[in-house]
């Protein structure tokens, strides 16, 4: 009969070496950065960034475990939602803002 062991193991998701590197990356070129991230189903997670200096990127993670993982090993805060400090950070850029009136245009 095998004896129970009080140590529990816990094992980290695996976290892809591209997405760290890419969270670093921009958090690097913006004076630091926090995240946000959303669930967006089968496809994982989103994870927003938002740079110090206002600029804004997102990528994609396999899953939410695996999203908040990345953003510890790179370094970047993690915001539990989106606060309105974190929204009025965010600078839209003009090609952005361009987009976005087409889109509403085209309607």
């Not at 969270?23 to 960034?49: C, M």
């Not at 989106?82 to 976005?100: C, G, V």
């Amino acid at each position: 009969m095998a004896e129970s062991s009080d140590t529990t193991m816990t094992l980290d998701p695996p976290v892809l070496g591209n997405l760290v590197d890419g969270l670093k990356s921009f958090a690097g070129d913006h004076g630091g950065a926090k995240a946000v991230i959303e669930y967006v189903g089968r496809r994982g997670a989103r994870i927003v960034l938002v740079g110090d200096d206002g600029a804004w990127a997102d990528q994609l993670a396999p899953s939410t475990d695996i999203a908040r993982s990345a953003c510890t090993k790179a370094g970047v805060a993690v915001e539990n939602e989106w606060e309105r400090e974190l929204i009025e950070q965010m600078r839209p850029s003009n090609d952005l803002w361009r987009s976005m009136g087409r889109r509403s245009l085209a309607r």
